[in-house]
């Protein structure tokens, strides 16, 4: 490829902030959603923890499946796809019942937690996979309109280095508002931030409609390409194609042990803050802000790094590297402001992990594309989402042995020594654990360098599948 062509940059700096508001939409119901429904359902609700944590198993695997069916069955041209483009009309369609979804799982019937478990089990498992139904027909296109959109490595990383701060600002809102809005012990409290959030994430949507649109001559392009060749493989065919590709399988596995630990650890902050700390909730939003400081601060000095070293593998491993040593105090820190400070540390890599996901998975993709000699951006996309998925079961079940195991209370005031040490467990040793073995991985599998990235985009411009 030649070296002006990898340099072109076809959008302004706004659109890649629009597009980044609809990165802050997700960020902000994701995180929202992430860090309050264990925590709701089994500490607030008083549900059995292993019922809380079946419930989110079956709606993790669901949820599995879900991405990749939803970005295989939308990865094809439709009746409106001339006119509103390939991504737009799905992301538009889904972003209202998304947001619905979200306030109804903080509505669940006022029913004894022991005599209506069981109710209380279904409504969670409804509720929760109604919100990821929208939420994969939401991300999957969006997702994958990055690469289509953004196709230099210039751009990407332009593109990237903009949205990510965007993007942190949602998970910021999103870590820091509801615990303002809601009060530990007052049920009715969670009902109220859920509205809220509700409103908050539509108005984001609103300014990223620009961003969502597709170019012209792109989507043109797409259409001319696909009558030429409409024939498609099975979706089953399509992942048995994806699980050949090596850089995929150990792109995915990283990814999968990131997911693993920032949603063990953001799970853990209320537990933290409650009975660790013995704090109201709004000490929550501190730590919380903490992290996403340092995420901020730390965003700049990646997006230099990356333009000197010319290696996103190199950057990924490293922020991954220092995501498991940052993470070590929490294993023993009980006091408020180490807490901080410590979240603040961890925040730095994680914005450099954060702003290399998606020109590690372009460059995924893109490789893809090669092999197959078709663009499916979407059931990539479907499929990153499977094995991310997987780090909510992580998660729920790493919560239901060790509460299990530690003799945490569902529903009590107060928690025994052992039990808060569990906490403990499930906030630093288990994260630190996932993410080393995802950079172990991802270190001795992954073979996309500098060159090889250059000639997939070399081969794509000559297939004419730019």
């Given at each position: 490829?030649?070296?002006?062509?990898?340099?072109?940059?076809?959008?302004?700096?706004?659109?890649?902030?629009?597009?980044?508001?609809?990165?802050?939409?997700?960020?902000?119901?994701?995180?929202?959603?992430?860090?309050?429904?264990?925590?709701?359902?089994?500490?607030?609700?008083?549900?059995?923890?292993?019922?809380?944590?079946?419930?989110?198993?079956?709606?993790?695997?669901?949820?599995?499946?879900?991405?990749?069916?939803?970005?295989?069955?939308?990865?094809?041209p439709f009746k409106f796809t001339k006119k509103w483009g390939r991504r737009f009309?799905?992301?538009?369609?889904?972003?209202?019942?998304?947001?619905?979804?979200?306030?109804?799982?903080?509505?669940?019937?006022?029913?004894?937690?022991?005599?209506?478990?069981?109710?209380?089990?279904?409504?969670?498992?409804?509720?929760?996979?109604?919100?990821?139904?929208?939420?994969?027909?939401?991300?999957?296109?969006?997702?994958?309109?990055?690469?289509?959109?953004?196709?230099?490595?210039?751009?990407?990383?332009?593109?990237?280095?903009?949205?990510?701060?965007?993007?942190?600002?949602?998970?910021?809102?999103?870590?820091?508002?509801?615990?303002?809005?809601?009060?530990?012990?007052?049920?009715?409290?969670?009902?109220i931030q859920g509205f809220w959030v509700f409103i908050i994430a539509m108005i984001?949507?609103?300014?990223?409609?620009?961003?969502?649109?597709?170019?012209?001559?792109?989507?043109?392009?797409?259409?001319?390409?696909?009558?030429?060749?409409?024939?498609?493989?099975?979706?089953?065919?399509?992942?048995?194609?994806?699980?050949?590709?090596?850089?995929?399988?150990?792109?995915?596995?990283?990814?999968?042990?990131?997911?693993?630990?920032?949603?063990?650890?953001?799970?853990?902050?209320?537990?933290?803050?409650?009975?660790?700390?013995?704090?109201?909730?709004?000490?929550?939003?501190?730590?919380?802000?903490?992290?996403?400081?340092?995420?901020?601060?730390?965003?700049?000095?990646?997006?230099?790094?990356?333009?000197?070293?010319?290696?996103?593998?190199?950057?990924?491993?490293?922020?991954?590297?220092?995501?498991?040593?940052?993470?070590?105090?929490?294993?023993?820190?009980?006091?408020?402001?180490?807490?901080?400070?410590?979240?603040?540390?961890?925040?730095?890599?994680?914005?450099?992990?954060?702003?290399?996901?998606?020109?590690?998975?372009?460059?995924?993709?893109?490789?893809?594309?090669?092999?197959?000699?078709?663009?499916?951006?979407?059931?990539?996309?479907?499929?990153?989402?499977?094995?991310?998925?997987?780090?909510?079961?992580?998660?729920?079940?790493?919560?239901?042995?060790?509460?299990?195991?530690?003799?945490?209370?569902?529903?009590?005031?107060?928690?025994?020594?052992?039990?808060?040490?569990?906490?403990?467990?499930?906030?630093?040793?288990?994260?630190?654990?996932?993410?080393?073995?995802?950079?172990?991985?991802?270190?001795?599998?992954?073979?996309?360098?500098?060159?090889?990235?250059?000639?997939?985009?070399?081969?794509?411009?000559?297939?004419?599948?730019?």
């Amino acid at each position: 490829m030649a070296e002006d062509d990898s340099e072109i940059v076809r959008h302004s700096k706004l659109n890649m902030a629009s597009y980044g508001a609809g990165s802050l939409a997700r960020e902000f119901l994701n995180m929202a959603f992430t860090a309050a429904v264990f925590f709701y359902y089994e500490n607030e609700i008083g549900l059995n923890v292993w019922f809380v944590t079946s419930g989110l198993v079956i709606f993790a695997i669901y949820n599995m499946f879900n991405d990749p069916i939803i970005g295989y069955l939308t990865n094809r041209p439709f009746k409106f796809t001339k006119k509103w483009g390939r991504r737009f009309p799905w992301i538009l369609i889904s972003t209202l019942p998304w947001g619905i979804s979200y306030f109804l799982i903080f509505t669940p019937p006022s029913i004894d937690p022991e005599s209506g478990a069981w109710i209380l089990f279904f409504w969670l498992l409804l509720t929760t996979c109604l919100f990821d139904t929208f939420h994969s027909l939401y991300f999957v296109n969006f997702m994958s309109l990055f690469p289509d959109k953004y196709q230099s490595n210039k751009e990407r990383r332009l593109a990237s280095g903009i949205y990510i701060p965007i993007g942190v600002i949602g998970v910021a809102l999103g870590a820091m508002i509801p615990p303002m809005i809601f009060e530990f012990g007052d049920i009715g409290s969670y009902a109220i931030q859920g509205f809220w959030v509700f409103i908050i994430a539509m108005i984001a949507i609103l300014f990223a409609i620009p961003g969502f649109r597709e170019d012209r001559d792109t989507v043109d392009h797409y259409l001319t390409t696909f009558e030429q060749n409409p024939e498609r493989e099975s979706f089953f065919k399509s992942l048995r194609t994806a699980l050949k590709q090596k850089s995929f399988i150990s792109y995915m596995f990283i990814y999968t042990m990131y997911q693993s630990q920032i949603t063990t650890m953001q799970n853990s902050i209320y537990y933290t803050v409650d009975h660790v700390l013995n704090m109201e909730s709004g000490a929550s939003t501190l730590i919380f802000a903490a992290f996403l400081i340092g995420v901020i601060v730390g965003t700049p000095f990646w997006l230099k790094y990356s333009h000197k070293v010319q290696n996103n593998k190199k950057v990924m491993l490293y922020a991954a590297l220092l995501l498991g040593i940052t993470t070590f105090p929490l294993l023993i820190l009980e006091n408020y402001w180490g807490i901080i400070i410590t979240m603040f540390i961890w925040g730095l890599p994680l914005g450099g992990y954060w702003f290399m996901i998606f020109p590690v998975m372009a460059d995924v993709i893109d490789e893809s594309v090669v092999i197959t000699g078709k663009r499916e951006e979407g059931v990539y996309t479907g499929f990153s989402q499977f094995f991310a998925r997987l780090g909510i079961v992580a998660q729920a079940i790493t919560f239901g042995i060790v509460h299990t195991l530690t003799g945490f209370r569902e529903g009590a005031d107060t928690q025994t020594d052992l039990a808060i040490w569990g906490i403990h467990v499930h906030l630093a040793l288990v994260p630190m654990i996932f993410i080393f073995l995802g950079c172990l991985v991802f270190w001795k599998f992954y073979k996309l360098t500098p060159e090889k990235i250059q000639y997939n985009k070399a081969k794509i411009k000559e297939l004419n599948l730019v």
